[in-house]
């Protein structure tokens, strides 16, 4: 399986933008995926983690209320909706699977699978 992250970009605080993540390959929806982001110097931060039919998700503390995430195993994409953003969100943001389990995971080191990473960038 191999993923690919867009949908990054400059917006300004309290707007939006969504993620996608696509991946390739037949077994995409028996995976448990999660979204991450990094900025640099620092370590890669848990953002939001979806099970692998889609029925439960959770979030960071940080993000809860503002963020989403979603997935439609059809088209096999992920998303991350992200509302309400602030000048802290911004950082290089990763999709990722956890191929060793349907269930999600806050932890990075579950996750075997890193897409390329798009920018978010949110300016005061």
């Known amino acids: 399986v191999q993923l690919q992250a867009s949908g990054g970009g400059l917006v300004q605080a309290g707007g939006s933008l969504r993620l996608s993540c696509s991946g390739s390959?037949?077994?995409?929806?028996?995976?448990?995926m999660g979204w991450f982001r990094q900025t640099p110097g620092k370590e890669r931060d848990f953002v939001a983690t979806i099970n692998w039919s889609g029925t439960y998700g959770d979030a960071a503390d940080s993000v809860k209320g503002r963020f989403t995430i979603s997935r439609d195993n059809a088209k096999r994409t992920v998303y991350l909706q992200m509302n309400s953003l602030k000048p802290e969100d911004t950082a290089v943001y990763y999709c990722a699977i956890n191929s060793g389990s349907r269930s999600g995971s806050a932890a990075a080191s579950d996750y075997d699978i890193w897409g390329q990473g798009t920018q978010v960038t949110v300016s005061s």
């Open positions: 390959g037949r077994t995409f929806s028996a995976y448990a």
